[in-house]
């Protein structure tokens, strides 16, 4: 008795012919992407991190931060947050923030932020973030300051973070 072989479906499921990330409907996903590190080395950490290039007009070099999506708002150094005080609106001059390092004490400020592009455009949007003196972290990029704000993906084997509005 010879075993019978199942036949193939008779339906047939392909993929679309445009990608996801770059169609959306009829809306672009993502309208440009940036290589992302690992790694902060100012911040070793065990785990590896998504830590991105951010450009802000009133400090002359790029500076990085790390994609948090737990974090309630973007989060600065000292050393940046003094040079964005002066140019960000004040949101609310008394805010505490409950973080891994204790209750930390600042203000919320609205500003520009640029994600620069490698590839297509870079994403320039108003950011809300947390700054002050006594924060003793790395820099994040949070989720209700930032990222809710636009579409995000990564690519782990490029280390390619993309990004667009909505």
Not at 5 to 20: E, G, N, V, W
Not at 38 to 59: G, N
Request: net charge negative; aromatic share 12%.
């Amino acid at each position: 008795m010879r075993a019978e072989i199942p036949k193939a479906p008779s339906f047939i499921i392909s993929l679309t012919s445009d990608p996801l990330l770059l169609k959306r409907d009829r809306f672009p996903f993502a309208t440009g992407c940036v290589r992302y590190f690992d790694t902060d080395k100012r911040y070793p950490a065990s785990e590896a991190r998504i830590v991105i290039p951010l450009q802000i007009a009133s400090i002359p070099k790029p500076i990085v931060a790390v994609m948090d999506t737990a974090a309630p708002w973007c989060i600065f150094e000292p050393t940046v947050a003094d040079a964005l005080v002066h140019d960000y609106l004040l949101l609310d001059p008394r805010v505490a923030l409950s973080t891994r390092f204790g209750l930390v004490h600042g203000a919320l400020y609205r500003g520009p932020i640029t994600i620069p592009a490698e590839e297509a455009d870079p994403l320039d949007l108003e950011a809300t973030v947390f700054l002050s003196p006594d924060w003793r972290g790395p820099n994040f990029i949070g989720y209700q300051g930032l990222l809710q704000r636009i579409r995000f993906a990564v690519d782990p084997e490029e280390n390619l973070f993309y990004f667009g509005r909505f």
